[in-house]
């Protein structure tokens, strides 16, 4: 079975420009979450999405938004990037939130901002 | 919201030593889960644990909720043991301790 899947791997953006990152859970879940991790540091929260509703949010500013389509994939948008948004974007998926079952990583998405 | 703080941060060990990671936790929690993230940044799932013991070969972990701390034992330490280890707790949000940065000399 596949596991969760995220692109692109890689990408350059420049300042002020937007990008979007994609994942896809594993099959029978339907929760997905995205996290920000910078180099040295441990991953940050950033969204949960359940049934395609937000269940939780992190602090982060409204520059980033994400949306959960009805086959439970998801995107993560960042408008106006900064050189700080350059980070490796992981996305995991599970059966549920909170008590929902284990978390499943993907392998990221690394993006430098120039 | 919960804290979560791991320690040590960093550990130096000789291959085919033990050790032991801990993660304190500020409040009770549903979910605990320790991962290990390779050199490539992949999150490596260890233990799912919100109470208990398990083992998974050289791996243990034990999670004490009541007392509202986790451990994990790592036996017999091959350098491929090493990277870096997360526990992360689970309420509205999905909260990441700072890790244990684990370095095994061959």
């Known amino acids: 079975d596949a596991g969760v899947t995220q692109s692109p791997t890689h990408l350059i953006k420049t300042r002020g420009q937007h990008v979007t990152l994609r994942c896809s859970p594993i099959?029978?879940?339907?929760?997905v979450s995205w996290y920000q991790q910078v180099l040295g540091q441990g991953p940050q929260f950033i969204f949960q999405?359940?049934?395609?509703?937000?269940?939780g949010r992190g602090n982060f500013p409204d520059r980033f938004s994400a949306r959960q389509f009805p086959n439970y994939s998801s995107e993560l948008n960042v408008n106006a990037l900064l050189l700080g948004d350059s980070a490796l974007y992981l996305c995991?998926?599970?059966?549920?939130?909170?008590?929902?079952?284990?978390?499943?990583f993907g392998e990221g998405s690394r993006l430098t901002v120039l | 919201g919960i804290q979560v703080e791991q320690s040590p941060p960093d550990l130096i060990l000789q291959e085919g030593a033990n050790s032991t990671l801990r993660c304190n936790f500020s409040?009770?929690?549903?979910?605990l889960q320790w991962f290990h993230q390779n050199p490539w940044g992949q999150l490596i799932n260890l233990f799912y644990?919100?109470?208990g013991t398990k083992q998974n070969g050289r791996l243990s972990a034990t999670t004490v909720a009541t007392e509202r701390y986790s451990l994990l034992y790592i036996s017999s330490s091959q350098t491929t043991d090493s990277g870096v280890y997360f526990c992360?707790?689970?309420?509205?949000?999905?909260?990441f301790g700072k890790g244990t940065r684990l370095h095994i000399l061959p």
């Open positions: 644990i919100p109470s």
């Open positions: 992360a707790l689970r309420d509205d949000k999905i909260i």
């Open positions: 999405y359940y049934e395609k509703e937000e269940r």
């Open positions: 995991a998926s599970s059966l549920g939130v909170r008590a929902g079952g284990e978390l499943f």
């Open positions: 099959s029978g879940h339907k929760s």
């Open positions: 409040d009770s929690v549903n979910n």
